[in-house]
T-cell receptor
Framework: KQEVTQIPAALSVPEGENLVLNCSFTDSAIYNLQWFRQDPGKGLTSLLLIQSSQREQTSGRLNASLDKSSGRSTLYIAASQPGDSATYLCAVVWQAGTALIFGKGTTLSVSS | GAGVSQSPRYKVTKRGQDVALRCDPISGHVSLYWYRQALGQGPEFLTYFNYEAQQDKSGLPNDRFSAERPEGSISTLTIQRTEQRDSAMYRC???????????????FGPGTRLTVL
């Protein structure tokens, strides 16, 4: 069964820290992987998409890496800010054109 | 440009009533996906369309759930004879055709919060 796991479920850090969120997936033959941000009561915002042929993607203070052989992706957030507080979801597409399989998310709290 | 829109944003209904949830995808997006998200969980796939054709409905939990996209744009997810266990956030996403950005990148709407009393 194709599954996505995110650890930890929750994380609290002080402002300014660099942090890493982890995502692991069964079956390394993925098509692509997306990281999303979810704010309470709001929709999902796509942060980064890594295609299977790529190793990493960067956007501002965010960097996502992909290691298919080990079935892992990490989302690195540099110099965290209180505004980064949200739930971060990792999702995988295994076959082009099919649906995303999501992890349960990591809820991040950044204190000022 | 407008993003994915969903209506209503909130729906409260009584057990046994039918509900229809609407999704209006980003203009030009050919694929449309429906997901359901319970509290504390990631979204779970329900069904998806390419243009007007329903490609996969394996995630629909039972035959009370159905979806259509008759003209390849707006989609409606219908739940008949609602039950309390149907209460959840229902999310819609769309993605552009191949060749317009990373294929299969999905963009989500704000969701419809359904509460069945």
């Amino acid at each position: 069964k194709q599954e996505v796991t995110q650890i930890p479920a929750a994380l609290s850090v002080p402002e300014g820290e660099n942090l890493v969120l982890n995502c692991s997936f069964t079956d390394s033959a993925i098509y692509n992987l997306q990281w999303f941000r979810q704010d309470p009561g709001k929709g999902l915002t796509s942060l980064l998409l890594i295609q299977s042929s790529q190793r990493e993607q960067t956007s501002g203070r965010l960097n996502a890496s992909l290691d298919k052989s080990s079935g892992r992706s990490t989302l690195y957030i540099a110099a965290s800010q209180p505004g980064d507080s949200a739930t971060y979801l990792c999702a995988v597409v295994w076959q082009a054109g099919t649906a995303l399989i999501f992890g349960k998310g990591t809820t991040l709290s950044v204190s000022s | 440009g407008a993003g994915v829109s969903q209506s209503p944003r909130y729906k409260v209904t009584k057990r046994g009533q039918d509900v229809a949830l609407r999704c209006d995808p980003i203009s030009g997006h050919v694929s449309l996906y429906w997901y359901r998200q319970a509290l504390g969980q990631g979204p779970e796939f329900l069904t998806y369309f390419n243009y007007e054709a329903q490609q996969d409905k394996s995630g629909l939990p039972n035959d009370r759930f159905s979806a259509e996209r008759p003209e390849g744009s707006i989609s409606t997810l219908t739940i008949q004879r609602t039950e309390q266990r149907d209460s959840a956030m229902y999310r819609c996403a769309s993605s552009p055709p191949e060749g317009r950005g990373p294929y299969n990148e999905q963009f989500f709407g704000p969701g419809t919060r359904l509460t069945v009393l």
